[in-house]
């Protein structure tokens, strides 16, 4: 049995992220972003980047730099 908190988790992540630098935000962003869509590229590929597979159905031939306007900041 694990014992009651004495503090709310959702208050304290909010308390803190409020006073966080907004260049760790667009940072923290600009990090979970990437990921995200490399795992999707990953996903309709068929394979990691750089890994060869027989079961790859497509190639990942790069990308173009764009800018994300969000809340915290561009994201370059």
């Known amino acids: ?10 208050r304290f992540l909010h308390e803190h992220l409020e006073q966080a630098s907004p260049d760790l935000m ?9 990921v995200l869509l490399s795992a ?5 590929c068929g394979a990691e980047w750089g890994q060869r597979s027989q079961d790859r159905v497509n190639r990942r031939n790069g990308y173009r730099h764009r800018d ?5 900041g561009t994201i370059e």
């Open 68 to 72: 994300l306007d969000t809340r915290v």
């Open 40 to 44: 999707d590229a990953d996903a309709v």
């Open 1 to 10: 049995m694990t014992a009651p908190t004495s503090i709310d988790p959702a």
């Open 26 to 34: 667009r940072h923290l962003l600009s990090t979970f972003i990437d």
